[in-house]
């Protein structure tokens, strides 16, 4: 689960050591990364982001109108799902 922010993205340690690492794991080793939009931010111009399925369509959870109990439930949902295949 990757939950994403400016911060995030403007981490060096992140963009530099941490993503490298896990594309290398999602391509070689099959694992899943799972993106969620934390607050609004520029993702759609990350390369390696964009072209991945964002939780929600890319909807910061920040900007749902739903409380974040639903919000969190309905990850926890979609991810046991995606385990369970």
């Known amino acids: 689960m990757l939950l994403i922010s ?3 993205l403007k981490s060096n340690f992140i963009v530099d050591v ?5 594309l290398k794991q999602k391509k070689e080793e099959g694992m ?3 993106p969620i939009i934390v ?3 520029v993702w759609k111009r990350v390369e390696w ?3 991945m399925q964002i939780w929600n369509n890319g909807k910061p959870i ?7 109990d ?3 439930a309905e990850i926890v ?3 046991s799902k995606i385990l369970e295949k």
């Open 6 to 8: 400016a911060n995030f």
């Open 18 to 22: 941490e993503i490298p690492l896990l």
């Open 32 to 34: 899943i990364m799972f």
């Open 39 to 41: 607050k609004p931010c």
């Open 49 to 51: 982001l964009k072209s």
């Open 62 to 68: 920040e900007k749902s109108h739903k409380k974040l």
């Open 70 to 72: 639903e919000i969190f």
């Open 77 to 79: 949902e979609e991810i």
